[in-house]
């Protein structure tokens, strides 16, 4: 069987293939047929050439589209209306809905309208590219809005799409209600099945989201919901969300990389709101996983995500319920009202080689058993401001203290200025006093203040050093600005760590792993 250009392998290689060739410019299309559209164009006319194109959205609805075709939208041009795209591609044959010309990305204006800007319903093989999305209309609690769907319905699929380049902004949907286009499916890039529908089996396979910019949403980004295998979001910039950034949900072996995500999780949990509606969940974060196995999120960077009252979540990254053996490495968290959610039933889990800068509120919310085999460690924890909490809560109320939370080893957290740690235990059964078990704490770096009992590490005392980072507390925007937090020549922490198996390979910064005791924090020396 000839292998997924979306393979997993592919894309822990960073190499993934585009299965879409796309038309360089009109009349050098490798596609069967290639329709343009235009402002000044004429519906009754062919639209195989820019002198004969097209001119509404209507037309192409009525299209039956086939394998190779393209429609290219003029640049510079403005659509008042709504896409539902027609008809199939086919392997190394899909069709592309892009643009031709140069400067500003072809319009899709949907106003004040239901649902999606540009819909596939049930479609595969297209490809989505350089297209500018908006509505501009007024929330309304009966008018849930999409920017770009591919959708399966009934029993239909969608396989093979790919949404690339195109900036999406301005969507004002429902940040809750119980309806096909409400709450989580109120989404710029929405994939796969809707909440709420009882088909839980793959629904959106091999599908590509890519180097899209998304400003001005609720409630989401990018949805992938009763997905498969072979799901790909990297490289998107997302800005200003009422609700959560990237939230893949079902995709086995998903990836998620090269994202940059600001001001995420505004709206949600905002009393004064009253769109939320029946069936709204107030709970947000960046991005999150659930019920799904081995999916990957790396690379990726998350600044200043909101929390209004009702949010009880607002972290950077999240493994949700159902999540089995996935992996969170090299991501940088800044300003977010903590770096990570573990929840219940997710188990064989991994956070390495990851730098949280000043995330406050509960740093590590963990409400998962010691024994349900996740593991963090080799990340950086920096506070200088407010207290950073380790919350521990299990919410199948064991008894037993010393098995909450999740395994801790070979971390550096960093207090300094008004910055302080605490260790949070929020179940109702259990006293918040240290249990006395060292399975949670064991061989990281504590420099700095520490509220309460502290981390229950039996090592503790011979690790409250100065870690000598080269300049901490100096991140800004981008991994570029991380440096300050590779380990002097002369730190302690060198060589000092515990071996961990299976351990990527690579730091954060790319310098190779040894296979015995490793240095503690995100950065490992290179011998000599």
């Not at 960077?301 to 319920?321: H, L, P, Q, S």
């Not at 395994?407 to 059964?429: C, D, E, H, S, W």
């Amino acid at each position: 069987m000839r292998p997924s250009p979306f393979s997993r392998r592919a894309f822990a290689l960073g190499t993934v293939a585009s299965m879409f060739i796309a038309p360089k410019a009109a009349g050098a299309s490798t596609a069967a047929r290639t329709f343009h559209v235009s402002a000044a164009g004429n519906d009754e006319s062919s639209g195989l050439s820019p002198q004969k194109a097209w001119k509404t959205l209507d037309r192409v609805n009525r299209a039956p589209f086939e394998p190779g075709d393209a429609i290219l939208l003029r640049s510079g041009d403005v659509w008042k209306g709504q896409l539902q795209l027609q008809g199939s591609g086919a392997e190394h044959k899909p069709i592309l809905l892009g643009r031709y010309g140069t400067g500003r990305l072809p319009v899709i204006d949907m106003g004040a309208a239901k649902g999606a800007a540009v819909r596939l319903e049930n479609r595969s093989w297209w490809e989505i590219r350089e297209l500018e999305v908006t509505s501009g209309a007024p929330a309304d609690a009966q008018m849930g809005r999409q920017g770009i769907v591919a959708l399966a319905t009934g029993d239909g699929k969608t396989t093979n799409i790919a949404i690339r380049q195109c900036y999406i902004h301005d969507i004002w949907g429902t940040l809750g209600g119980g309806g096909p286009l409400d709450g989580y499916n109120s989404a710029a890039i929405f994939v796969g099945r809707v909440q709420g529908d009882r088909v839980r089996t793959g629904a959106a396979e091999n599908m590509l989201i890519e180097g899209n910019r998304i400003e001005r949403v609720d409630r989401c980004g990018i949805i992938a919901w009763h997905g498969g295998k072979g799901v790909a979001i990297r490289g998107n910039r997302i800005d200003n969300l009422g609700g959560d950034a990237i939230f893949p949900e079902g995709c086995d072996g998903v990836l998620v990389e090269r994202n940059v995500v600001t001001r995420s999780c505004l709206r949600t949990g905002d009393p004064d709101l009253t769109l939320a509606g029946r069936g709204y969940n107030p709970h947000s974060a960046a991005i999150w996983l659930q019920n799904l196995t081995g999916g990957i999120m790396q690379f990726n960077e998350v600044y200043d995500t909101g929390r209004a009252k009702g949010n009880g979540d607002g972290e950077g990254y999240d493994f949700d319920f159902g999540c089995r053996d996935c992996i969170l490495q090299y991501n940088y968290s800044r300003n977010n009202h903590g770096l990570l959610l573990v929840m219940n039933r997710a188990t064989g889990n991994i956070v390495r080689y990851n730098i949280s800068e000043n995330d406050q509120t509960h740093l590590l919310a963990l409400r998962s058993n010691l024994d349900d085999g996740n593991l963090i460690y080799n990340n950086v924890f920096y506070i200088d401001h407010g207290t950073a909490e380790i919350e521990m809560m299990d919410s199948r109320e064991l008894k037993d203290k010393s098995k909450v939370g999740a395994p801790m080893r070979n971390n550096i957290f960093y207090a300094t200025g008004q910055g302080r740690f605490k260790v949070t235990y929020l179940a109702p059964t259990l006293a918040d006093a240290n249990p006395g078990d060292n399975r949670l704490f064991l061989d990281n770096c504590y420099y700095g203040p520490w509220l309460g009992d502290g981390p229950n590490d039996s090592n503790r005392e011979s690790k409250t050093y100065d870690p000598l980072f080269a300049a901490p507390g100096e991140g800004g925007m981008g991994f570029d600005s991380l440096k300050g937090y590779q380990l002097r020549a002369d730190s302690a922490c060198l060589g000092r760590g515990t071996a961990i198996p299976h351990n990527g390979g690579r730091d954060f910064w790319g310098n190779p792993l040894p296979d015995g005791k490793l240095d503690i924090g995100a950065f490992q020396h290179r011998a000599k």
